[in-house]
């Protein structure tokens, strides 16, 4: 599920055509008819639809027709690729849920921290590390297990464009590592800690 230019999206689809992720992307939902993400699917051959949750009454029947999409393309699992919208528990109590966050988790992160709003905060505080978390999603905003993180330092003459290049490239690296261990089925959650089998 990506919203925008969907370069975490060809992180995976990369990933997924060189095998280091042993499987294959079933399906793209974008909430935005205008996202890049959607023609990164077209030239890969991956079926999309657009769920826009300004068509529906409520947050349950938004939930309801991503569900119905996630069936239609075979899927068994969801990677939020910079998808800007939070899914409902019917949603995150079904499927296997994991979501790249642009910060340190349980730094710069619930609601309102996206974008470049995330990467000004982070310099605005004066932070001398960022970097990028991958994590299961819960019932909360950027507070499920996390799998994976990664720094990047804070430069001086850092901008929040300068940084979020940085970020993103680590971004790509540690999605595409979680969501291959996905699929390898080797996550298991105890508590908040997610460990990694052999």
Not at 58 to 67: E, G, L, P, T
Not at 140 to 159: E, F, R, S, W
Request: proline fraction near 5%; charged fraction near 20%; aromatic fraction near 6%.
């Amino acid at each position: 599920m990506a919203s925008g230019g969907g370069t975490n999206l060809q992180a995976v689809l990369d990933a997924c055509a060189d095998g280091r992720i042993p499987a294959r992307v079933a399906g793209v939902i974008s909430g935005n008819p205008r996202a890049y993400a959607l023609k990164r699917a077209e030239i890969a051959g991956v079926p999309y639809t657009v769920i826009n949750k300004k068509q529906f009454a409520d947050d349950d029947s938004h939930d309801a027709a991503v569900m119905r999409a996630i069936e239609r393309f075979g899927g068994q699992a969801v990677v939020l690729a910079g998808y800007m919208r939070i899914l409902g528990l019917g949603l995150v109590l079904r499927y296997p849920i994991i979501n790249v966050h642009p910060a340190l988790i349980p730094s710069f992160c619930g609601k309102g921290f996206y974008g470049m709003r995330v990467h000004k905060a982070v310099i605005d505080y004066g932070a001398k590390v960022s970097g990028a978390t991958v994590h299961f999603i819960d019932e909360g905003t950027d507070t499920g297990p996390i799998i994976m993180q990664k720094c990047v330092k804070v430069l001086q003459d850092d901008t929040p464009e300068t940084l979020a290049a940085r970020v993103l490239e680590i971004e790509h690296e540690i999605l595409v590592k979680s969501v291959a261990l996905l699929c390898e089925g080797r996550l298991r959650t105890d508590g908040r800690t997610v460990r990694i089998t052999p």
